[in-house]
């Protein structure tokens, strides 16, 4: 397949790399420390309409795309992968309602968010339900012509900040594949509140939080798609496009921490000569500028894959493999930073250590490095048929008669 730049995509990645140049790097160390959120550069990116990027044009975006959005997300978080997230996690929010709102629910939710008018954010996680996303115990029951929601969501990133807020509810616990849907609730509606914001280890520019509901009335017209039991599939999909968003993340990440590695290691001068000259250092920063490229290409080509055939199956299989690799490489990336860094690196007077604390909630979020591996593997067994070609090279002993799983399997050997 082939990857497309568009100059649109390119004009954006500019604009990002302009703003993160000018208003977040400069204050990325200021915003950490006090644990505050960046709303002037939230600001600029509004007012150059990097928002737009997830948005299809006929909501008020620019429909540029996965790549984009990619692109875009990789030029913000070189700069503090905090914001990176800060500003994905808007798409991550977007994402249920774009793939699967009602036409109404998108004229009225979409146009403010490409704007920068109003902040999202995706409530899915609970206290007892993270990697297994079906065991929410959040519950939205009819009363009227409203829904009632009750109990608490945990790690809501942008929690706070944003204003519409797309919230993962059971809604028929009887089902097994029907049991959620998704619901918009706003920012004021009267038993929502952010409980909790979280004191983190990394990304401290952007609010993690608890949403707390307590017989919260949202009207019906908010349930997501207007048809129940839709929710974790659009959870999924969501996932499904939004994972190359935090992979260009990490890319964005490895990629402002070696760059700091190569800078630092030109200048530091150890046995009478800068550090970039000692051949483990050089192999410490070739092996980063390696696993960053890598990478970056898997990240486009999944975002790629999105932007030209959205309902291709495989596009699951190469976000996940996409989000987990970028993520390995960027904790590791960061943590060799660190390393070429000396006793410079340890302290937080540089922001070589940041980018190390901020890395590992990349592993984590937007669903366990675990979690990819298993959509991986799910995705090459279910295409294992068309390796059957190859059975005529694989031991004869192992040519045992298929089995369903946990049912008995005729062995021919004995
Ligand atoms: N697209 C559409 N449908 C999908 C799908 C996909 N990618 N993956 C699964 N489904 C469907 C299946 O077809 C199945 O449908 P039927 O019941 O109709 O057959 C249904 O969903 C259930 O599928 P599974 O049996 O595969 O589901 P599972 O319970 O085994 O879970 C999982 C699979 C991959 C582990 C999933 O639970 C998962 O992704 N967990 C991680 C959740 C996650 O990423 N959480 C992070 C939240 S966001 C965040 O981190 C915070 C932030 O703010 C940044």
Redesign the pocket.
């Known amino acids: 397949m082939n990857i497309v730049f568009s100059e649109q995509a390119e004009e954006l990645a500019k604009t990002a790399r302009k703003i993160a140049d000018e208003h977040v790097r400069p204050f990325a160390a200021k915003y950490d420390k006090a644990q505050e959120y960046n709303f002037d550069a939230a600001r600029a990116v509004g007012s150059a309409g990097l928002f737009r990027t997830f948005i299809p044009e006929e909501y008020g975006g620019n429909g540029a795309g996965i790549l984009a959005l990619a692109r875009v997300t990789e030029q913000l978080a070189q700069a503090d992968s905090g914001f990176g997230?800060a500003f994905a996690?808007n798409a991550?929010g977007s994402f249920p309602i774009i793939l699967g709102g009602t036409e109404e629910q998108k004229q009225e939710w979409l146009p403010a968010i490409a704007n920068g008018d109003k902040m999202v954010?995706?409530c899915?996680?609970e206290k007892y339900a993270?990697?297994?996303?079906?065991g929410l115990s959040v519950t939205a029951v009819e009363d009227g012509d409203d829904y009632i929601i009750n109990g608490e969501k945990k790690?809501?990133?942008?929690g706070g900040v944003a204003d519409i807020y797309s919230v993962f509810c059971v809604t028929d616990p009887s089902s097994?594949?029907r049991r959620i849907s998704a619901i918009v609730v706003e920012k004021g509606t009267p038993g929502f509140e952010v409980k909790k914001v979280e004191d983190k280890m990394g990304i401290r520019c952007v609010p993690?939080v608890e949403t707390h509901f307590d017989n919260v009335r949202v009207p019906k017209r908010n349930l997501i798609g207007g048809r129940l039991g839709m929710g974790?599939?659009h959870?999924?999909?969501t996932?499904?496009y939004?994972r190359p968003g935090?992979a260009a993340q990490a890319v964005g990440a490895a990629q402002g921490a070696l760059d700091l590695a190569i800078a630092y290691s030109n200048r530091r001068k150890q046995f009478g000569a800068p550090i970039s000259s000692h051949q483990m250092v050089q192999a410490m920063l070739a092996d980063m500028a390696m696993g960053t490229e890598a990478a970056r290409w898997l990240v486009y080509r999944a975002a790629a894959g999105i932007d030209s055939n959205p309902t291709d199956v495989t596009n699951?299989k190469l976000a996940a493999m996409a989000k987990c690799f970028s993520t390995d490489v960027a904790m590791k990336v960061a943590t060799d930073a660190v390393q070429v860094f000396g006793g410079y690196g340890f302290m937080e007077d540089y922001p070589i250590a940041k980018f190390f604390r901020d890395a590992k909630i990349l592993q984590?979020?937007?669903?366990?490095n675990q979690?990819q591996r298993?959509?991986i593997a799910?995705h090459l067994i279910r295409a294992a048929g068309s390796l059957e070609h190859l059975n005529e090279y694989i031991p004869q002993e192992t040519q045992l008669t298929y089995a369903e799983p946990g049912q008995a399997v005729e062995n021919h050997n004995t």
């Open positions: 997230v996690v991550l954010a995706f899915l996680s993270g990697s297994d996303a079906q790690w809501t990133t942008n097994k594949s993690v974790f599939k959870a999924m999909a996932l499904d939004a935090v699951s984590i979020y937007e669903g366990t979690v298993m959509v799910r």
